[in-house]
């Protein structure tokens, strides 16, 4: 009741418990002279009834009864009783702790490391799956996506297109027709913002660099309730019109990092793909754009499409007086006077009006329609790569957390059979059992206080390192995890309740002290065996614990392993890689294609290269480049056959060693007035020509990839293309010299010696052509490849970092319980010495009952594991969840371990002198 009292003042009254906390002496002197008056004003009434001074003064004493019951009755009904109790018990808890440094430190350090984990792990989860745009009200926003049947009803997108789980299409990218129509409805919407990230070389002062933009529109930041923390906005003037803002606003990050933070950069001029541009201000902290997790840069207007990223299509590079191209996203806030439902059914109408005025009349354009996705993350991508994996992870560190809690539970039965005495004698002081428990529980939470503030600077500092690994591009994103009272409050709570996790069981056995037994000293034999019956049982789960973690470990291990076992199919040593992205509104597609030439003539005779070529894609790690199908001289499927394919240059096979199995290579004849030829793959040839010779046949493919009929006239063997995982899909190869198109190209150099010998050399060929071209995602063949197993890399090491903490953990637990064993059965052990057991004897013994624990625990495990594994199951390669060799493997590692444990408390207790232990109490 006291303690439910003390919550009552607390929550009841906080800023007046407050007060009489922080000014305790000033409360103690009102309360004295409080009762100083009541004491005079009954003095007073005595000697007004006619007793003498000193006698009233004693009637009155004697009237007002003891002055410290009064004080102790003042402070429990302002719920101080209770705080000043707890604050002997941590001053006391605080003291007990600092006797036993090494027990501490042990217990501290352990809950850390696993506090820490899950705070670090948990702050990553909550950018995946709860953080949101760092704007006002993001719950009010929209996402606004487009769905039909399982034909598309819109040409080709510039942007994502899905598919829904009844095999329809989605897709978030509207025409600029649309755009302008929504824009309209304002009845039904308080704002409509657009937005399409973009790269683009910026070159500053004379040094060119590649960054991340976004094109947007102008009442982008009035629109999210946002302000720049320099300078201005856009205006409405320089988004009314094609080219008519050739203004910037940049994030702070970038501020920063290319700036160094100074106020001169307003006004700034720098280059975007060689439109100049001014920056008008500086983007409000926090804020990277309109893609969760994502560094956006630079913002320009949406109407610089034109100028910043032209794009050709029917004969016009402006995308915005285009109704057939499709690319921009769509947020819209809601009005709070409008339902969903209705502003979505508005907008829906426009959708389809629009579309029905600007598209080609088809069936599956009927079965267009808008919907309305949540948008408070704007353009989310975050959460499905890595939403599973942030599960498997918190999984993973909760059990390493579980793991130092039951470890920590064994540490402190051993402590408490030590305390015995001293918890027996305060119940013999009258001490309640439930301020036993109280005392007990305080010292558990203070040990889980400690940890957990050891944790969270753990997780601070180590924030950052998952996205860091995860992150699998050369160029790392620099993606920021924000520390905010949500991690603060996940880690209070995680120490909470770990302290009481840990602390129950000892608490339990402390308050079940029979106090009469114990000061006598007897009572220890019994009280002995139940704490051996208890560490036992928590050693069990230690081991099965930990076998859960070693076999996680073993089987993304082996994955690992099995995935850089994967043959390639091409060369991957002595490989430079590099890209350029020559600037659309420099480069037409013929100036591109002259450009590329020249530079392949010098990469050639570049000393130290052995030969140079380029691609539309990297061979692996690089995305795909699909296309439709069709082999000429057969019928057409309803629903276009889709494959892979890639433009490449003359000498692209011989320099990444890939062999022709059949027919030629591509060789000086092919040029842009000769008929298409190309070269498929065996997955190709197997799929679309079995049992025949695919040599000299034609097939034709989408306008946009290839005009015309083109002549196969090579195979050469399958190669992984995307993924180490995924089988190689089947492929078509163009020459780029018989397609003339510009963009970005990938360059590959095979080197002599290391391949980043050239760098210096390919550099200066690249600026010799232009020096405002800057080399992207600069990296060897190696570690193109090393990218793509990034995730799993990452799993191995940390599951890896969690096994080796595990088996740590597990040890102290198994040594501790056969040390305490031992000390406990001093005597017994003495007497078998002493019958005439050999030291053999008694340390197969000791050694025998560790190996029927580790036993015991390996099964469960093992058991556990085989459930819990198929969790992980898709995230695996090679490898199935119920692999018999990582299960054994695991479990012979715990029994190993257990077995290493115990050795001292075995070969302690085989050389025990009989008479010394038979002498022991």
Known sequence: ??????????????????????????????????????????????????????????????????????????????????????????????????????????????????????????????????????????????????????????????????????????SNSFSYRVLEDLRQRTDVVADTIAFKDIEMTATVDGEPDLVTGEMVSGNIFDGLGIKPILGRSFTQAEDAGPGQGPVAVISESYWEQRFGRAQSVLGKTISLNGVPVTIVGVGPAHFNGLQIGAMTQVFVPITMQPLVVPRAQLSTASLLNNPQSWWVQILVRLRPDVPEARAQAALDVVLRQTAMATLPATPSLDLLHLEMQPGDRGLDYLQGQYEEPSYVLLGLAGMVLLLACVNLANLLLARAAKRQREMSTRLALGAGRGRILRQVLTESLLLSGLGGALGLLLGFLGRNLIPHLLDNSPNPSGMQVDFDWRVVSFTALVSVATGILFGVVPAWQAMHTDASPAIKGAGTASMGRHRMRLGKGLVVVQIALSTILLIGAGLFVRTLINLSRTPLGFRADHILLFQLNPPRARYSDAKADAFYRQLEEKLSALPGVRSASMSNIAIIGDGESGTVFHVLGTPKDKEAVRVQTNTVGKDFFNTMGIPIWRGRDFNASDVMTSPKVAIINRAMARQFFPNQDPIGRSFESDPEDVEGPVEIVGICPDTRYDDLRSDTPPTFYLDNAQKQAGGRMVIELHTVAEPGSVLSGARAAVASLDRDLPLIDVRTMKEQVDSTMSNERTFAQLTSGFGLLALALASVGIYGIMAYSVASRTSEIGIRLALGAQPRHVRRMILRESTRLAIVGGVVGVSAALLLTRLIKAMLFGIQSYDPLTLFAGFLVLLAVALAASWIPARRAASLQPMKALRHE
């Not at 005595?46 to 402070?75: F, N, S």
């Not at 003291?95 to 042990?106: E, M, N, Q, Y």
């Open 1 to 170: 009741m006291r303690l439910l009292s003390f919550f009552y003042r607390v929550v009841s009254q906080p800023r007046s418990w407050m007060r009489a906390i922080v000014q305790r002496n000033r409360l103690e002197s009102e309360m004295e002279a409080e009762l100083a008056s009541h004491l005079d004003a009954l003095t007073a009434d005595m000697i007004r009834r006619g007793h003498a001074p000193d006698e009233a003064a004693r009637r009155a004493r004697i009237a007002l009864g003891t002055v410290t019951v009064h004080k102790e009755g003042m402070r429990a009904s302002l719920g101080l009783r209770c705080w000043d109790e707890l604050w002997a018990d941590l001053r006391y808890g605080f003291r007990i702790l600092c006797k036993s440094p090494g027990f501490t430190a042990v217990a501290v350090i352990s809950l850390a490391l696993g506090i820490g984990a899950n705070t670090a792990i948990f702050s990553v989860a909550k950018m995946v799956m709860l953080d949101t745009l760092p704007v006002n009200k993001p719950h009010e926003l929209r996402l606004l996506t487009w769905v039909s049947g399982h034909e598309r009803p819109v040409p080709p997108v510039w942007g994502d297109v899905f598919q829904t789980p009844n095999g329809g299409l989605l």
